[in-house]
């Protein structure tokens, strides 16, 4: 099994930065594109950002395309998601997951963590 941890949320200003951190434990998740998603309260989770397992290629949803950059280092079994210039519909608990494309990709070995809450104040 493999557990995901999301860190780094928080509550900041508009215009400022934050940098999310997922890490994996259990096993590698170094074989897989993985992805960022955010959960407005009363809402579906939408499509943050992702990367490829090498981090050779990246997407974004155009609502934060120019400000947030997806990251990774397999060596730590994290993903990253800096966020700059934040704006208040940023406001959502943010997920890390493995993607095919823009859509999350579990196994029986993987599933959602508790992700990590993002506030921005206006």
């Known amino acids: 099994q493999v557990q995901l941890v999301e860190s780094g949320g928080g509550l900041v200003q508009a215009g400022g930065s934050l940098r999310l951190s997922c890490a994996a434990s259990g096993r590698t998740f170094s074989s897989y594109a993985m992805g960022w998603f955010r959960q407005v309260s009363g809402k579906e989770r939408e499509f943050v950002a992702a990367?490829?397992?090498?981090?050779?290629?990246?997407d974004y949803a155009d609502s934060v395309k120019g400000r947030f950059t997806i990251s990774r280092d397999n060596a730590k079994n994290t993903v990253y998601l800096q966020m700059n210039s934040l704006k208040p519909e940023d406001t959502a608990v943010y997920y890390c997951?493995?993607?095919?494309?823009?859509?999350?990709?579990?196994?029986?070995?993987?599933?959602w963590g508790q992700g990590t809450q993002v506030t921005v104040s206006s």
């Open positions: 997951a493995p993607v095919m494309g823009r859509q999350p990709a579990f196994n029986v070995f993987v599933s």
């Open positions: 990367i490829s397992w090498t981090g050779g290629n990246t």
